[in-house]
């Protein structure tokens, strides 16, 4: 995730703490603005598969302000996977992250399953998910830049999420103290387990940064804030600085936006931190979300535009 090599943006780039002149620079713009309320997020739309170029825009300038945008289509209930992979082809994201447990188009559908291995994993259930960016234990080569949400049928009760875009929880941190960003961008902050099957490793044991430059100069989160199935440093200030993310996620924060995603509507980002909460399916509704997860950044959203 990062390169033993500093490339020309990573020294340019806000993210790196001896940058203070550019972190202040770019401070100011990023709050310049900042949505206040999820309203602000939102987007209407006919068809995600065919975006006008005023649909397209007012898209990207939410994802260049806050890393996400709400859209609010007139697809409904209609199944068609195509809707968010068109979505996500429209802002550059095409490599798919073909996990194994998606579908075979690369997408993820989550429902509740009843039986079978994926009722062994909590996006399958209808039980809370805590805040956790997505593929957090994925290998560093395959680290997820974006991700799409598109919602097929929501539940009858709950299921809402909260959003908080990562690089707000980066100023907020940093705010507080530099040298918590220092820490949780150690190389062994933090250590995913191995998954084990049958008695063998199906997914290797991973550890790295919580925060990391990518070559180009933008910023990159990998967390979770689950207790079990990760390993933390016990270094005192990495500690100090996990609690001080820990409260930030738990607090009333006016950048912590909350909603649920009702049917023909979707969530677009740059893989935020987000949770859900518990749901409930019955006559009312039976939650079906797809999740496309991207290797790709979406396009013209980076550091580039305040360079």
Known sequence: MTNTAISPDQTNTPFLIENDTGY????????????????????EIKDPRTLTSDEHAAIQQRLQKANMAIYISETGDD????????????????SLNHNWLSDDTGLTSLKVAADGVRQQY????????KWHTDGY????DQQI???????VE????????ALLDHEIAYILLRDQNPAFISALMGPDVMTIPPRMNMGEIA???????????????????????????VVWSDDPLTLEALAALGEILNSDSPYIFRGRLEAGMGLISNNILHDRTAFTDDEQGVRHLYRAR??????????????
């Open 145 to 151: 830049h974006s991700l799409l949400l598109h919602c």
């Open 294 to 307: 991207y290797y790709d950044r979406l396009k013209g959203t980076g550091i580039e535009q305040y360079l």
């Open 137 to 140: 234990y994925n290998r560093p």
């Open 122 to 129: 909590i996006p399958y259930s209808n039980r809370p998910i």
């Open 79 to 94: 199944p068609d996977p195509e809707i968010p992979l068109s979505l996500g082809r429209a802002f550059g994201a095409k």
């Open 24 to 43: 202040q620079a770019w401070r100011k713009r990023k709050l310049t603005a900042y949505p206040t309320s999820l309203g602000e997020l939102l987007v």
């Open 203 to 229: 997914r290797q044991e991973e550890t790295g940064p919580v925060f990391s430059i990518m070559p180009c100069g933008n910023l990159h989160m990998r967390y979770t804030i689950r207790k079990r199935h």
């Open 154 to 161: 929501s539940a009858g009760q709950g299921g809402e999420n």
